[in-house]
């Protein structure tokens, strides 16, 4: 079989789709008019990747899964966090499906495995083979198996990069809660202000910059989404940060309209 | 890794847990009380896989899924079909972390693919591993695709008879809703006998006589459920066909206790 016609990776952060300050709570206003959004745009060869925000982070925190299996209890945790996951997919497969969009989702435990927390047995052939056929492929942050830690969480981000990768992305999109990659935290500082367009060498000096996460992330918020994605962009593939909150930004950036957001390339 | 210790696979089917004279109808008392069973038989090298109901079934038989892609209209059918499976899915694990399992469901369509019908890519690293660290993996009849037909339905029953016969298990147990095999349909018959023990010979002769299910079914009723029972059978993994509608029988049928049904031998 040829290979898949992958244009656009796009990423919905947890923090755009679910209530972070609380816990189990979808925003279904903003996944519905996200939807909408993909739906409108009609971009071949897209695949979704969404986080986990108030469903998946609390029960990964609270079973402490991220750094793997220490105790027999913690094998319910991860059960759970699982469960809870594919209930957020659910949600957000049930507006797919509303709208009328050929989306299909894919269950990153089911068929991955990672080691030390890294991908590294993707068995991707039906995943290839969705987009040839023209679906749309939806993942998540998701909790699943590690051959050195027992299991760990493996964070949208990662899924991201590693599906631009190895699926030979034109280009990323990461839809967050705020405008972009600001030169301090926006959610802070009323004034930060915004770059708009950034090399590799412009990321290494902010990283120092940037401060830490603002609510409960085991995946490391923008500075670990930021490192995520480096591998990528290394590659050439560019991304462009944008606020998914605002409407039609999503909408935009699929069409390759001018949208406000922060565009991260090699050189 | 060593081989997965698989003991059991356990068939629930789609008429114990949906009402399938309706549509997108779960029983969640029945799912409720099956969970609880299971929770309370603690078997251990335990897979499940249950049917799709008046889930899968009405959805794959509008769009004619079973057949294959033949327009492009099918494929929202496709997405739709897996969607409502994922939600009867999501009722069932639900019930299982409700009563605290260690379960965790597996995605058929994420993971394999299939060629003119039958199993020909199973990636099944992430399901073995979770039989060896103790999880109770949860598979269902799904929308998958397929190297011929594009795309096609597979069934509970392929699923059984597959993950039993590759996963060297000992027995399977097929709860259904009717007492077993009977030497007519109990559906109509109010007399007809149960067979209580049977072996491959004893089903030849059985399979003309038996009659055409009695509701929507695309995988083909009892007559479907036997046939692919017999490849697993044929290896000398006998199965044990219960009325999973009676409390206690699922549990007594985990647990090795007597209990009415129908068991098929190789001979």
Same mark, same amino acid.
Request: with cysteine.
């Given at each position: #079989?040829?290979?898949?016609?992958?244009?656009?990776?796009? &990423?919905?952060?947890?923090?755009?789709?679910?209530? &972070?300050? +609380?816990?189990?709570?979808? &925003?279904?206003?903003?996944?519905? %008019?996200? !939807?909408?959004?993909?739906?409108?745009? =009609?971009?071949? +060869?897209?695949?979704?990747?969404?986080?986990?925000?108030?469903?998946?982070?609390?029960?990964?925190?609270?079973?402490?899964?991220?750094? +793997?299996? &220490?105790?027999?209890?913690?094998?319910?945790?991860?059960?759970?966090?699982?469960?809870? #996951?594919?209930?957020?997919?659910?949600?957000? #497969?049930? !507006?797919?499906?509303?709208?009328?969009?050929?989306? *299909?989702? *894919?269950?990153?435990?089911?068929?991955?495995?990672?080691?030390?927390? %890294?991908?590294?047995?993707?068995?991707?052939?039906?995943?290839?083979?969705?987009?040839?056929?023209?679906?749309?492929?939806?993942?998540?942050?998701?909790?699943?198996?590690?051959?050195?830690?027992?299991?760990?969480?493996?964070?949208?981000?990662?899924?991201?990069?590693?599906?631009?990768?190895?699926?030979h992305?034109?280009?990323? *999109?990461?839809?967050?809660?705020?405008?972009?990659?600001?030169?301090?935290?926006?959610?802070?500082?009323?004034?930060?202000?915004?770059?708009?367009n950034?090399?590799l060498?412009?990321?290494?000096?902010l990283?120092?910059?940037? +401060?830490?996460?603002?609510?409960?992330?085991?995946?490391?918020? #923008?500075?670990?989404?930021?490192?995520?994605?480096?591998?990528?962009?290394?590659?050439?593939?560019?991304?462009?940060?944008?606020?998914?909150?605002?409407? =039609?930004?999503?909408?935009r950036?699929?069409?390759?309209?001018?949208?406000?957001?922060?565009?991260?390339?090699?050189?």
């Amino acid at each position: #079989m040829s290979e898949a016609r992958v244009n656009t990776v796009l &990423k919905i952060g947890g923090s755009v789709i679910t209530d &972070k300050s +609380g816990e189990l709570a979808a &925003k279904t206003n903003e996944i519905n %008019r996200i !939807a909408e959004e993909i739906k409108k745009a =009609n971009t071949q +060869g897209l695949v979704v990747v969404h986080g986990g925000g108030s469903f998946g982070h609390p029960y990964a925190q609270r079973y402490g899964l991220k750094e +793997g299996l &220490k105790q027999e209890s913690q094998k319910l945790g991860f059960s759970e966090t699982h469960h809870v #996951m594919t209930v957020l997919n659910g949600l957000v #497969m049930d !507006a797919f499906v509303w709208h009328a969009v050929q989306a *299909i989702s *894919i269950t990153p435990s089911s068929c991955l495995i990672t080691e030390n927390g %890294r991908i590294s047995d993707f068995a991707d052939a039906p995943l290839k083979r969705y987009v040839n056929m023209g679906f749309m492929p939806v993942l998540y942050g998701d909790a699943v198996l590690d051959t050195k830690l027992g299991f760990t969480i493996l964070s949208g981000d990662q899924l991201l990069s590693y599906l631009a990768s190895n699926l030979h992305a034109e280009r990323m *999109i990461v839809g967050v809660d705020v405008d972009g990659v600001c030169e301090s935290d926006p959610k802070i500082d009323d004034d930060a202000r915004l770059l708009k367009n950034l090399t590799l060498q412009d990321l290494k000096k902010l990283q120092v910059r940037l +401060g830490k996460p603002t609510s409960s992330d085991v995946t490391g918020g #923008m500075l670990g989404k930021i490192a995520e994605l480096v591998p990528a962009v290394e590659k050439g593939i560019e991304v462009t940060i944008i606020n998914a909150m605002k409407p =039609n930004y999503v909408y935009r950036a699929l069409k390759g309209d001018p949208v406000e957001g922060t565009v991260i390339r090699k050189e």
